[in-house]
């Protein structure tokens, strides 16, 4: 049976006009992605993208503006649902408090997820591995380049 899979993402960036990325692994699968996760029922997206930021960063956000929502075709990589993804720029309300990496895939102990900083400068597709972030990027690298 096919279902839908709604998720969502923020795009915080820094001062320092940076972008958080989340390296994780899940199972045998190794991936870059934007902060977020699913959508839970009876849950709102804005609400569904605080509590995702608190449970992966230990932060509040604030929710600025909507930047993009899926308009294509996904297949989850991890089952056989149809993946739905609504990306939201976002501000943390207080610096983050979490052990920032400058390589990929850099886990600690016992930890299969890791946070670092990307230069929207230096943004390029091949930062986050699935089809959905990397139209999200894309469309950061043209408003950069506007």
Same mark, same amino acid.
């Given at each position: 049976?096919?279902?839908?899979? +709604? =998720?969502?993402?923020?795009? #915080? /960036?820094? %001062?320092?006009?940076?972008?958080? /990325?989340? !390296?994780?692994?899940?199972?045998? =699968? /190794?991936?870059?992605?934007?902060?977020?996760?699913?959508?839970?029922?009876?849950?709102?997206? $804005?609400?569904?993208?605080? =509590?995702?930021?608190?449970?992966?960063?230990?932060?509040? $956000?604030?929710?600025?503006?909507?930047?993009?929502?899926? !308009?294509?075709?996904?297949?989850?990589?991890?089952?056989?649902?149809? $993946?739905?993804? /609504?990306?939201?720029?976002? @501000? %943390? &309300?207080?610096? #983050? %408090? &979490?052990?920032? @990496?400058?390589? +990929?895939?850099?886990? !600690?102990?016992?930890?299969?997820?890791?946070?670092?900083? +990307?230069?929207?400068? !230096?943004?390029?597709?091949?930062?986050?591995?699935? @089809?959905?972030? @990397?139209?999200?990027?894309? #469309?950061? $690298?043209?408003?950069?380049?506007?």
């Amino acid at each position: 049976m096919s279902y839908f899979n +709604v =998720r969502v993402y923020g795009l #915080l /960036i820094n %001062a320092e006009n940076q972008v958080l /990325i989340s !390296d994780e692994q899940s199972g045998d =699968r /190794i991936f870059s992605k934007f902060p977020g996760g699913g959508l839970e029922l009876g849950e709102g997206l $804005i609400d569904a993208l605080k =509590r995702e930021f608190m449970e992966e960063c230990n932060a509040e $956000i604030e929710v600025l503006n909507h930047l993009y929502t899926t !308009d294509f075709y996904e297949q989850s990589s991890f089952n056989d649902s149809q $993946i739905l993804s /609504i990306y939201y720029t976002v @501000k %943390a &309300l207080h610096p #983050l %408090a &979490l052990n920032f @990496k400058t390589e +990929v895939f850099d886990f !600690d102990e016992n930890t299969l997820q890791s946070f670092r900083w +990307v230069d929207l400068q !230096d943004l390029k597709t091949d930062h986050v591995t699935f @089809k959905t972030d @990397k139209t999200v990027v894309e #469309l950061l $690298i043209k408003q950069r380049n506007q």
